[in-house]
């Protein structure tokens, strides 16, 4: 993934619909499996198990659209492609295993967050292994993705502050012998009920 930094991509009318379309379907993954995964109390495994088919039947249905199913059924599998495959195949089953495991503990937000963390650094690590400097668009991006993890940063702190301060209520712990101490009029009593006659 660090060869991104390799080479410029160029935006069209077709990349960018394709990357709405990629951003709009992983949002609502996100917010329709993450509930998903703690309502039910489903593991990582488990919820692999249950969207698996459905990720395969999307494939089945785009595969013939947009790719050309000639040249796939014409090529030629050598053992070293058979390999390429299988490490693919495993490698995808780690990553959404762990993209479960990621989004049952934390928000949708949060996962997105760490998305975006993960671009920069995949950009930095390609910059040093190839030794090629980001062009300034690249530059500019991940200034304003680190700002707006820094913001949510600080905002989420914020939010978990006062979560805290509104759970701890102020309580005045008095032991038995505290109570056995106390004169008799000022232990607690049961109040009475005024009868209606």
């Known amino acids: 993934m660090a060869m991104i930094i390799r080479e ?4 069209n009318f077709t990349g960018i619909l394709w990357g709405l379309c990629g951003i ?19 593991d990582a495994f488990q919820l692999l198990l249950h969207t698996s088919p459905w990720l395969t039947f999307g494939s089945f249905i785009s595969v013939p659209v947009f790719e050309n199913t000639d040249a796939l059924l014409n090529y030629d599998l050598t053992s070293s ?21 990621v989004l049952g503990e934390l928000s949708p937000l949060t996962y997105n967050i760490i998305g975006h963390v993960k671009t920069i650094l995949i950009v930095s690590v390609g910059s040093l292994m190839f030794n090629t400097l980001p062009s300034m668009a690249m530059l500019v991006g991940m200034t304003v ?13 914020a939010q978990q502050e006062a979560k805290k301060g509104a759970s701890a209520l102020p309580y005045t712990a008095l032991s038995s012998t505290d109570l056995t101490s106390l004169p008799s009029s000022e232990k607690l009593t049961s109040p009475k009920l005024p009868v209606a006659k």
């Open 81 to 101: 492609a058979i390999f390429g495959v299988l490490l693919t195949c495993l490698v995808a089953v780690g990553y959404n295993v762990t993209n479960y495991v």
């Open 24 to 42: 709009i379907t992983t949002a609502l993954s996100q917010v329709y499996f993450s509930p998903l995964k703690k309502g039910l109390g489903l």
């Open 145 to 157: 993705a680190i700002v707006g993890v820094l913001l949510y940063t600080n905002e989420k702190e």
């Open 8 to 11: 410029e991509v160029s935006a």
